[in-house]
């Protein structure tokens, strides 16, 4: 169906170029960094930012990631509108809930807001303070997934694995089998689906609480194995047939570089980071 | 002929480990340069095994003893790895969703090149060479996952071409397909057999597709020995008689002409494709007529035991497709009903909003007087079984009794006449020897059968089974359709969606035959597949109809499209 233009194409340009098709050029920044240096860079901050506090600290990196985003990361217009919508109903809707159960015992009446009381339903008081210790805490996680962004939404998995093998000299066979096992969830997924109609056929699906939801868990969960062994079974056979382990190496038909701009992105964001923790200390 | 062979296998035994004996037992062959090879053999021979023994998975990655040897390209398989055997060596396996590895159909093309450290721009040509043979060319930077299974399956040999290794091991490479995909898969298969720069080896049970594109057949016995090497009409013409009685499958067209001959219809040499028996059929000048296909008389009066109405059903909420579009249908008390289609054409949701697996709209199904979706799991077990297309999934107890139990408890049964009602299943499905056993550890064959068990064993009049035979070979396909024809003839109603179109043939009553979500019509089997509905759904006759309605001698020949039809030795004779 097919043979008839075999050999008639010297192999395209655009495979040696890139290998995975988009072309190189005018893809926004972050898509263009090494994806070792979109995670390195956050990476201290989001566990600096887990021992703050305040709440302008978390509050810079969220409008700062969201910034980075916006103008780096291709994105479709309902991530641009999820974005820029959804983070702060989000840190409202957290910071509040989280304010409410504060322990009013923990804040130090001298913090500022102490005192100044937003409700008041009898003897309970939601103070300004307790707010403010439910805005951290939500900005703070806020933060932190933002941050974790800037690689997530700009890096395909390949690619990740590709950076890890060749720039961080992770055995290629740890990446590939990572990258095998993803494809195993939707699979599963699927079948589980599957597997809950089969058993509420056999009328499995009665009883309420932890301990009949816990039975159908297990249940559930033996076909969902013996069939999770079985196929792993086969994708490795399917694997060792092509070859796959035979040398310590690969052939890798796409380059991942670290560039000057990489430790550039690294050093910028470090030190903007570094400015913005003194910044707000000293403020 | 004269090129050195490319494998050779000498009295070659494997045993499994905690296997009682070994199959295969004593295998001896060559294979050379361009050969195509069918690997023919009872279920259990141990076929399979042999194929993964020609690139040393066994026994470098199986746990198995492997007896005699197996020289690939002159070295030995046991001193040699699985990637250097790769080098002559490539497979394809049966499960097109076990053998993906990577996001893109280039890179699961270039994944074996890479492993052997091809240099680049030789991993792009072989993957462009590769890619076009099979026709995927044009979608190399699709996911996998967006490809039907035939077109995965495509891509599995794609992947092992760009190996660039002479031989090319394929087990069973169609069974988990659907009639489309099977030819696509074959389309690709006969231009590399046509091409003859591989040694093809082929481990296949639907001879129908793949006789005409091999040279050669060798078949095991049982016990896994073999019996028959030869020239592939020498073997399947000469020999049919052997082949029947080592429980080998035949294709459909030489099964029809051997009860032709046994019926006194001289039809010689044995055909062994549609075209085939067409012509030897049309090489006679007079035919016996063709045994009427009697309607089942008691079907035909009895009152309906389901009725759907205008049934809609749109998966995945308010935004999503409709996947079954205003059906109307009435299935008798008593009938054989099979549902065909192509894959998507909404068969599995209809026998599922029938059985009350999937909701359906209120008032649209009736079940002998149940709406299916407003019952609970216990009414509708009452009237209606589902059997899943796996039946591990159905299991829910730790022994093959408890599954029957469970259901009989579900239904408030005392404990007493459960256990009358566990043996008499037991028996009547041949488990009793198993009671204790563990569901899963059953074979195959015995899965199918308690699940079919479970199903019915509230008493349910009415059997609901999804693609039961898929995966299977023919002889297991045909003893649970055996066994169906048994429930059915007892008085059980079946329902039956499967992609196996002889099969329909051979054991249903009527046909429904479904295109995008619509009914396209329903009538008596014969009838179905002798007229256009089945092209109009997009599906391609059975072999036997598909010789007959070609006749040009014997127009009353032309609705002959199941085994039964044709005169028997009993008959009229010639």
């Not at chain 2, 007896?67 to 080098?87: F, K, N, Q, T």
């Not at chain 2, 991993?123 to 077109?151: H, N, Q, T």
């Not at chain 2, 209120?362 to 007087?369: E, I, Q, T």
Request: proline content about 6%; charged content about 20%; hydrophobic content about 50%.
């Amino acid at each position: 169906m097919t043979a008839a233009t075999t050999g008639t194409h010297p192999v395209s340009s655009d495979v040696t170029t890139t290998g995975d098709g988009i072309a190189a050029p005018h893809r926004p920044f972050l898509h263009r960094l090494n994806p070792i240096a979109k995670l390195a860079a956050p990476l201290p901050v989001m566990i600096a930012l887990l021992f703050t506090r305040d709440v302008a600290t978390p509050l810079v990196f969220t409008v700062g990631a969201l910034a980075l985003l916006l103008v780096g990361a291709r994105l479709s217009r309902r991530a641009i509108a999820g974005l820029l919508i959804g983070t702060p109903v989000g840190v409202a809707l957290i910071g509040f809930t989280l304010g409410v159960w504060v322990d009013p015992a923990r804040i130090d009446p001298a913090a500022a807001g102490a005192s100044v009381v937003l409700i008041e339903i009898g003897d309970w008081r939601f103070t300004l303070a307790a707010y403010l210790v439910g805005m951290a805490t939500a900005l703070r996680i806020a933060a932190i997934l933002l941050l974790s962004l800037l690689v997530g939404l700009t890096t395909t998995g390949p690619e990740l694995v590709r950076a890890s093998v060749q720039n961080l000299r992770m055995p290629y066979r740890v990446g590939f089998t990572a990258l095998a096992a993803l494809r195993f969830v939707p699979r599963f997924r699927h079948e589980l689906d599957v597997i809950r109609a089969a058993h509420r056929v056999r009328g499995m699906h009665r009883g309420r609480g932890p301990v009949a939801a816990l039975r159908r868990i297990v249940s559930y969960a033996i076909p969902l194995l013996a069939s999770a062994i079985r196929h792993a079974e086969r994708v490795a056979l399917a694997m060792d047939a092509r070859a796959f382990g035979a040398h310590p190496t690969r052939t890798e038909r796409v380059i991942s570089r670290w560039r000057a701009r990489d430790t550039a992105f690294v050093v910028l964001f470090w030190a903007a980071s570094v400015a913005v923790f003194w910044v707000v200390a000293t403020a | 002929m004269t090129a050195a062979p490319l494998l050779e296998l000498d009295a070659v035994r494997i045993r499994h480990l905690g296997a009682e004996r070994p199959t295969p037992d004593g295998v001896s062959l060559d294979i050379r340069p361009g050969e195509v090879v069918l690997l023919l053999g009872p279920s259990g021979c141990g076929k399979s095994t042999l194929a993964l023994a020609l690139d040393g998975l066994v026994p470098h990655a199986i746990a198995a003893d492997l007896d005699g040897s197996v020289r690939v390209d002159g070295r030995d398989s046991r001193e040699h790895s699985v990637a250097e055997l790769s080098e002559t060596v490539a497979m394809v396996f049966q499960d097109p969703d076990a053998q993906v590895v990577t996001g893109s159909l280039l890179d699961e093309v270039a994944f074996g090149p890479e492993n052997r450290l091809v240099p680049v721009d030789e991993v792009l040509a072989r993957s462009e060479r590769a890619l076009k043979l099979v026709g995927l060319w044009d979608r190399r930077y699709d996911s996998p996952d967006v490809l039907s299974g035939g077109g995965r399956q495509r891509l599995a040999i794609a992947s092992a071409l760009a190996l660039d290794a002479p031989v090319l091991v394929l087990d069973e490479p169609t069974a988990n397909l659907d009639p489309a995909g099977i030819d696509e898969v074959y389309a690709v298969l006969r231009e590399l057999a046509n091409e003859r720069e591989h040694a093809i080896v082929l481990v296949e049970h639907n001879l129908d597709s793949a006789v005409d594109i091999v040279d050669r057949v060798v078949v095991l016995d049982a016990a896994g020995r073999l019996v028959i090497d030869g020239p592939v009409r020498d073997v399947l013409q000469g020999r049919a008689g052997e082949l029947l009685e080592l429980g080998v499958w035949l294709p459909v067209s030489t099964l029809a002409a051997l009860r032709l001959r046994s019926a006194g219809v001289a039809i010689d040499p044995l055909p062994l494709t549609p075209s085939e028996l067409a012509a030897a059929l049309d090489a006679i000048s007079e035919l016996p007529a063709p045994v009427a296909d009697a309607p089942d008389a008691l079907v035909a009066t009895a009152s309906p035991a389901i009725t759907v109405r205008d049934l809609s059903v749109q998966l995945g909420g308010r935004r999503g497709p409709v996947v079954v579009d205003g059906v109307d249908l009435d299935v008798a008390s008593g009938d054989f009903l099979a549902i065909v289609g192509t894959n998507g054409a909404g068969k599995t949701t209809l026998l599922q909003a029938i059985a009350g697996v999937i909701p359906a709209p209120r008032g649209s199904v009736d079940v002998l007087g149940m709406d299916p979706s407003r019952a609970d799991a216990r009414d509708r077990a009452r009237r209606i079984g589902f059997v899943f297309q796996n039946p591990e999934h159905q299991f829910v107890a730790d022994t093959v009794a408890g599954e029957l139990e469970l259901s009989l408890r579900l239904q408030g049964v005392e404990e007493s006449a459960r256990r009358d009602e566990v043996d008499r299943m037991l028996r009547r499905f041949g488990l009793e020897q198993h009671r204790q056993r563990h569901p899963f550890l059953l074979s195959g064959g015995e899965k199918r059968r308690l699940s079919v068990g479970t199903a019915l064993v509230a008493g349910a009049p009415v059997l609901a089974l999804d693609e039961p035979t898929f995966g299977q070979d023919r002889a297991r396909a045909s003893e649970l359709l055996a066994m169906l024809r048994d429930l059915n003839d007892e008085g059980t109603t079946v329902l039956v969606v499967t992609h196996d179109l002889q099969l329909v043939a051979d054991y249903a009553d009527r046909v429904a035959v479904m295109q995008e979500g619509r009914l396209l019509g329903v009538g008596p089997t014969a009838e179905v597949l002798g007229g256009p509905l089945i092209e109009a759904a997009g599906l391609r006759h059975p072999p036997l109809a598909r010789a007959t309605r070609s006749l040009a001698r014997h127009p009353e020949w032309h609705s002959v499209a199941r085994m039964s039809q044709l005169p028997s030795p009993g008959g009229a004779a010639a």
